[in-house]
């Protein structure tokens, strides 16, 4: 067995109802590591351009990571991997909570499901037992609902990781959901679309398995010598008192805050959305923390009274949902604004896809390219709440006009016309996030180069433009956030480094709380023994991310596709504070294709691809 991993994959196929395992071995390990690195290992082998995404052959991947079950900072999290049916191209997603280190518990480090069940199941594994069960009784349910009722009828303390109605009415951007209320889920790329297609409601998971640990002692001083500098960082008591919701506010005076479907730049009552509103109105009630983290950022929140009560403690919004729910469809009333994430939640949708649909449509409305009949009776005007409940409920109920604003902005453009397209925010089919281009132009070249799509999360680089520095990244100091000159090695290094953390996995939050790049090699170290320096951990990061390249070259994606909607490269906001640029992504993307060492149509060189060990694969 290698310290770090139970050493055992588990192969469903629901079509047969046979289950297979997997041994893992060492040099398989140390090059892909776990996670997202094993994920698009696997994705690439099973899966291809011929692949439909919401066919019996497309696989969903589940991976965790060696430092998943260990005491490692913030490692409770796994990867969801699959070949989209947003986008049609690589698609993942990554979790926090505590079902990866149940996952682990079970016997297992990763399950891999093709396949499709005649009728409605469920997956229950326990010590290496493995059920297939029914789920007739549970389809239909929310996802609230669904984690209650698998909890109260398994006779083990276990973890459920489940959709819900959004998943089973195949909107494409139908999340995966655990930790019941709490809601940490695989939030992009319609994994829970993918689930929904295998007529799959949840997998249940828990057992005693511990996951062995190379040096427990040399892990556990460094837990100890590092721990109270984590908790008296600035941005970890800033994430603990705030959320990321705090944001908000933050954002909004250098815009970075998505308005208005990314029209306007002021939103005068952010205050009114944000983090701060939320212990001001005194319905944040506690924060939640994931397995092994010392941060807490997620809040849970209880609205006691009025039409927009809770059913108790539930999870509360963080800054993307929050900002794309809010002030995107020029919403300031936060009670309004805490009931579109819950129904998200509820229905199991991706709260940043959902919200840059209404917004897109609400502009739509507006401009006269659809009417109100379009929209079954619907007025989706600006600011009005009621009306973007009304219509989120169709989404995830798939009701009239909502099953086809469950396809996506992208299809939305092309169905609408009428030069829709120019303010459609997405790229490559997955919704922008809510972090303005414009205002960074790192975000511009990660939005457009990251693998699935528009991804703040990809590079991360937002939090490091006129911000944060990360030890022995090489930059001795944050860029600004309007500089172009090395950008595109900026973005590269993050990109890299990032990836790694969704393989290892543990929470990008560590990185911002003053943990460094050698700080986390050790880590890794400790667990597996691997013996990785920093430059091993980057350039491992760096194979992960052009495997994805690679499988998205074979999906078709070429630099045509590495671009950015019109408005976030012509449309110039009205100044802020700070002022907004034109991105100028042609220049950042030639010398980021250099520096990749790929060629004028995006595609990694076999020289690089020798180097990386991933010539079979071309």
């Known amino acids: 067995m290698n310290p770090g991993y139970i050493?055992?994959?588990?192969?469903?196929?629901?079509?047969?109802?046979?289950?297979?395992?997997?041994?893992?071995?060492?040099?398989?390990?140390?090059?892909?590591?776990?996670?997202?690195?094993?994920?698009i290992k696997y994705l690439i082998e099973m899966t291809g351009p011929d692949?439909?995404?919401?066919?019996?052959?497309?696989c969903l991947i589940f991976m965790?990571?060696?430092?998943?079950?260990?005491?490692?900072?913030?490692?409770?999290?796994?990867?969801?991997?699959?070949?989209?049916?947003?986008t049609g191209i690589f698609g993942e997603a990554n979790?926090?909570?505590?079902?990866?280190?149940?996952?682990?518990?079970s016997g297992y480090d990763g399950l891999i499901i093709k396949g499709k069940s005649e009728k409605p199941v469920y997956i229950s594994i326990n010590n290496k037992e493995v059920k297939l069960l029914d789920a007739s009784d549970l389809w239909g349910l929310d996802t609230f609902e669904t984690d209650k009722k698998l909890k109260e009828l398994s006779q083990h303390r276990v973890e459920v990781a489940c959709i819900g109605p959004a998943g089973e009415h195949l909107v494409k951007y139908a999340n995966i959901s655990t930790c019941g209320s709490h809601a940490r889920v695989a939030g992009r790329t319609g994994c829970g679309t993918v689930m929904g297609s295998k007529n799959l409601k949840a997998i249940v998971v828990g057992g005693t398995f511990k996951t062995p640990v190379h040096d427990e002692a040399g892990l556990t001083d460094f837990i100890k010598k590092n721990t109270k500098g984590l908790l008296e960082n600035d941005v970890t008591k800033f994430l603990n008192d705030y959320g990321t919701f705090g944001c908000v506010e933050?954002?909004?005076?250098?815009?970075n805050l998505p308005v208005k479907n990314w029209k306007e730049i002021r939103f005068p009552t952010a205050n009114q959305v944000s983090g701060d509103s939320l212990n001001e109105k005194k319905y944040l009630t506690k924060r939640y923390h994931c397995g092994r983290c010392v941060i807490g950022c997620g809040p849970t929140i209880e609205i006691k009274d009025g039409e927009y009560s809770t059913e108790g403690e539930i999870g509360g919004p963080e800054y993307e949902s929050g900002a794309l729910l809010g002030p995107n469809l020029c919403i300031d009333n936060l009670e309004v604004l805490c009931k579109l994430n819950e129904l998200c939640n509820r229905y199991g949708m991706d709260t940043m896809s959902a919200g840059s649909v209404l917004g897109f449509v609400m502009e739509c409305y507006e401009r006269g390219i659809i009417d109100r009949t379009r929209l079954d009776g619907v007025d989706l005007v600006w600011g009005d709440g009621e009306s973007a409940i009304q219509m989120l409920k169709k989404i995830g109920e798939g009701d009239g006009v909502g099953k086809l604003l469950g396809e996506g902005t992208r299809v939305l453009s092309e169905?609408?016309?009428?030069?829709?397209?120019?303010?459609?925010?997405?790229?490559k089919g997955l919704e922008?996030?809510?972090?303005?281009?414009?205002?960074?132009?790192?975000?511009?070249?990660?939005?457009a180069t990251s693998n699935r799509g528009a991804c703040h999360m990809a590079a991360n680089t937002s939090g490091f433009e006129s911000g944060g520095v990360i030890e022995g990244m090489g930059f001795d100091q944050s860029p600004d956030r309007f500089e172009v000159e090395n950008k595109p090695e900026f973005v590269m290094k993050w990109e890299n480094l990032m990836g790694m953390l969704d393989t290892i996995p543990a929470c990008k939050f560590i990185m911002s709380c003053g943990i460094s790049l050698p700080d986390i090699a050790d880590t890794l170290n400790f667990v597996t023994g691997f013996n990785f320096?920093?430059?091993?951990?980057?350039?491992?990061?760096?194979?992960?991310?052009?495997?994805?390249?690679?499988?998205?070259n074979k999906c078709g994606i070429t630099r045509k596709d590495d671009w950015l909607p019109s408005r976030f490269l012509t449309w110039i906001k009205e100044t802020g504070e700070d002022g907004h640029a034109y991105p100028p992504l042609g220049k950042m993307l030639g010398e980021y294709y250099n520096l990749r060492v790929w060629d004028e149509f995006g595609r990694p060189k076999k020289g690089k691809l020798q180097d990386l060990e991933l010539v079979t694969y071309l």
Not at 19 to 37: A, F, H, M, N, Q
Not at 250 to 255: A, L, P, Q, R, S
Not at 533 to 552: A, C, H, V, W
């Open 7 to 39: 050493g055992e994959i588990c192969a469903i196929d629901l079509t047969t109802k046979k289950v297979d395992s997997e041994t893992l071995d060492k040099k398989t390990l140390r090059k892909y590591i776990g996670g997202s690195g094993l994920g």
């Open 51 to 58: 692949t439909d995404p919401l066919g019996e052959e497309n």
């Open 64 to 86: 965790t990571g060696p430092l998943t079950g260990t005491k490692a900072f913030s490692s409770d999290r796994f990867q969801v991997t699959t070949k989209s049916p947003l």
């Open 95 to 105: 979790v926090g909570g505590t079902w990866g280190s149940n996952l682990k518990k």
């Open 250 to 255: 933050v954002f909004e005076t250098f815009g």
């Open 415 to 427: 169905v609408f016309g009428e030069n829709s397209e120019e303010f459609a925010p997405h790229v």
């Open 432 to 447: 922008i996030p809510a972090h303005d281009p414009r205002a960074k132009m790192g975000s511009a070249l990660a939005y």
């Open 533 to 552: 320096s920093p430059d091993d951990f980057l350039k491992t990061g760096e194979r992960i991310f052009n495997l994805k390249r690679m499988y998205n």
